[in-house]
């Protein structure tokens, strides 16, 4: 009884493998499984359709069939953003360097504007305090003309001069230059002589000192008839 179950097997098997050789003339043969086409129409898709746009690639069409939404209009079941400020993002995300939406990214505390250029700060001075005076200026000392009288001797002289200091120093030292001609008898001026003695100082600033002088020359110079004359006083001061 075994053996003849065993047997109707591999009968079916070998049935079965001739029927699928058999189903074209091309090489393709086929097994007819399951009910053939209805007789009353198209019968509606039981799983899940992809609609494919002829004026597009595929890659733009969404899995559920919708188009994507075109430029300037909102994708369905959307809403658009009202009045986004300026810095704000189509996306919502929140633009680098965090902040809230409008800022510029890492803003922060302002420092003091620049100084324009070509213009300088000028410091004041701290309160209490005072800018050192400048030093003052030198001696500059002024002779008056000469005024001449009669020495004991002929061939001396008294000269008196007067010596204004117009600086803003004292003139604490220096030397007085007389010039003196010798005049002979007829008016004939035969030499002139130079002699030194010091300054009288000190000469404050702004003052006036007076002094007399008695001026030689050699007794020889002058013979009887002739005299002398001092034209000309100069100083040198320090």
């Not at 061939?155 to 030397?175: D, I, L, Q």
């Not at 006036?208 to 013979?223: A, H, K, L, M, N």
Request: with cysteine; net charge neutral.
């Amino acid at each position: 009884m075994r053996r003849q179950r065993s047997l109707l097997t591999v009968v079916a098997l070998c049935l079965g493998g001739a029927l699928t050789a058999c189903g074209g003339g091309d090489g393709e043969g086929y097994a007819a499984v399951g009910a053939g086409s209805s007789p009353n129409g198209p019968v509606a898709p039981s799983g899940t359709v992809t609609l494919i746009p002829l004026d597009g690639p595929p890659d733009q069409r969404t899995a559920s069939g919708t188009p994507p939404p075109r430029p300037g209009t909102s994708p369905p079941g959307t809403t658009p953003a009202a009045d986004a400020g300026p810095g704000s993002r189509p996306d919502g995300a929140t633009p680098p360097g965090g902040g809230s939406t409008g800022t510029s990214p890492g803003t922060g505390t302002s420092g003091p504007a620049p100084g324009r250029p070509g213009t300088t700060t000028t410091t004041p001075p701290a309160p209490g305090t005072t800018s050192p005076a400048p030093p003052p200026a030198p001696a500059a000392l002024t002779l008056s003309t000469p005024t001449l009288a009669d020495g004991d001797e002929r061939w001396c002289e008294r000269v008196t001069v007067a010596f204004h200091n117009t600086g803003g120093s004292p003139a604490t030292s220096g030397t007085v230059t007389f010039a003196t001609h010798v005049i002979g008898a007829l008016g004939v001026d035969w030499a002139t002589l130079t002699s030194t003695q010091p300054l009288p100082a000190p000469i404050a600033a702004g003052t006036t000192r007076t002094q007399t002088y008695t001026v030689c020359v050699d007794s020889w110079r002058v013979p009887l008839g002739m005299h002398i004359d001092t034209k000309k006083v100069t100083a040198s001061w320090g």
